[in-house]
C-alpha cells in the first residue's frame, strides 16, 4: 500500500492545517499508522501515532493542538493541525510498517508570518 501525503502549505503563526495521507489500497488492517516530521538540519521525529482501534499517542511538543484521525473507509489518516508555531515548520510524512517502512512522499509546512 502506498501513500500520499497533502494538505502542507504556507501558514501564519496560530493558524490551522489538516493534513491527509491518502493510501493506495485497504489500511484497515495496518495497526499503527503514522506521522512524522522531520525539520532542517534535524532528524525525523514522531509527532503523532494512530492505532486500528482509534487509540492515538502524540509527541509532548504538539499535545493539545494537534488531532490524528483515521476513515478507513477511505483509506485515510488525517492530521489537524491547530495553533501552530514557528517551530512546527518541517517537512511531514505519514508511516507505516509492515515488515518495512513505507512512507509517504512528505508534505511540506512552512508557519511564518
Known amino acids: 500500500v502506498q501513500l500520499q501525503a497533502s494538505g502542507g502549505g504556507l501558514v501564519q503563526p496560530g493558524g490551522s492545517l489538516r493534513l491527509s495521507c491518502a493510501a493506495s489500497?485497504?489500511?484497515?488492517?495496518?495497526?499503527?499508522m503514522n506521522w512524522y516530521r522531520q525539520a532542517p538540519g534535524k532528524q525525523r521525529e514522531l509527532v503523532a501515532s494512530?492505532?486500528?482501534?482509534?487509540?492515538?499517542n502524540y509527541a509532548d511538543s504538539v499535545k493539545g493542538r494537534f488531532t490524528i484521525s483515521r476513515d478507513n473507509a477511505k483509506n485515510t489518516v488525517y492530521l489537524q493541525m491547530n495553533s501552530l508555531k514557528p517551530e512546527d515548520t518541517a517537512v511531514y510524512y505519514c508511516?507505516?510498517?509492515?515488515?518495512?517502512?513505507?512512507w509517504g512522499q512528505g508534505t511540506l509546512v512552512t508557519v511564518s508570518s
Open positions: 508511516h507505516y510498517y509492515w515488515g518495512r517502512n513505507y
Open positions: 489500497g485497504s489500511i484497515f488492517n495496518i495497526n499503527y
Open positions: 494512530i492505532t486500528i482501534g482509534g487509540a492515538t
